[in-house]
């Protein structure tokens, strides 16, 4: 058995002290972690490393745990940066007491809160939280993001999709698993109304794989800053935008900001280009041995 500090560590940074007696840890030894400063009380019952993260901190001290989108994002899945605000899971007899709500968003959780020592809700029961919280959008834009982690599989989405309102159904034939992500989802979503095939994650030889195709030869890649900062990967950008150039390809190219917040000007182009048939290999291009 290890120390005290590491098995807290172990379960993400906060633990229920009642979990850790449990376990064979003694209350002289949690004591004595606290004593030396290793570990400190979190609130009744509760301990907590001094490097756990802070958004589960406040969700314990809160006296929940954290859940819905802020769970999302500590699970690594794709979130908008713009999703700031803390969601937690409180237990439905905490409500009369409970008087941080305008701090953040509270998800009442009636099953017996004691059965659970978690910390953060599980991405089976985070992505529920999600389908009813958010708008469709943000929904699939995680779904497809634990889908393309394999956080979460196609039948326990659908396990998830018959305990929520009908309107939801529908949903299973919006995800996509191959996405990898948010911001490519969010192009697939918001150009699938323009009446043209858009494909996922098509690869492409002497290319490697392109985020989306629009009909037969419209490229779209979106840019996440994680993966495009830098000198060294935009040159790469631009070397494979002229490699798709020399095969035919129309390429176009959008950045995060292009897309959550200028939009228009993104759908205006695919707009104009698929109006011109751009979209489509010409009779030159199969002359050439383009098509493909």
């Not at 309102?165 to 529908?170: A, E, G, I, L, T």
């Amino acid at each position: 058995m290890g120390s005290v500090t590491n098995e807290v560590r172990r379960r993400g940074g906060v633990a229920r002290v009642t979990v850790l007696l449990r376990m064979g840890y003694t209350a002289a030894q949690i004591r004595s972690a606290v004593a030396r400063g290793d570990v400190r009380r979190l609130r009744k019952g509760w301990v907590t490393v001094t490097d756990a993260p802070t958004d589960v901190v406040r969700a314990v001290r809160l006296g929940g745990r954290l859940a819905c989108l802020s769970a999302a994002r500590h699970h690594g899945l794709w979130v908008p940066e713009t999703t700031e605000e803390l969601h937690i899971a409180l237990p439905r007899h905490a409500g009369r007491r409970f008087s941080d709500s305008a701090t953040c968003t509270v998800h009442w959780v009636s099953a017996n809160w004691r059965d659970e020592p978690a910390t953060v809700e599980s991405v089976k029961v985070l992505v529920r939280q999600v389908l009813l919280c958010c708008d469709r959008e943000t929904a699939i834009v995680i779904i497809d993001s634990a889908l393309n982690q394999r956080k979460l599989s196609l039948s326990a989405l659908q396990e998830i999709v018959a305990t929520v309102p009908s309107r939801f159904s529908s949903l299973l034939d919006e995800v996509d698993a191959g996405s990898e992500s948010g911001l490519e989802t969010l192009c697939r979503l918001r150009l699938r109304g323009l009446g043209a095939r858009i494909r996922s994650q098509v690869s492409i030889p002497g290319v490697g794989r392109v985020d989306l195709i629009i009909g037969e030869r419209l490229v779209i890649e979106a840019d996440g800053r994680e993966w495009h900062d830098g000198r060294s990967a935009f040159h790469a950008d631009r070397i494979r935008d002229l490699a798709l150039l020399r095969l035919g390809y129309v390429v176009i190219r959008v950045s995060y900001p292009l897309i959550m917040s200028e939009w228009m000007l993104v759908e205006l182009s695919v707009r104009a280009l698929i109006g011109r048939r751009e979209h489509l290999w010409s009779a030159t291009h199969r002359r050439e041995g383009l098509a493909r």
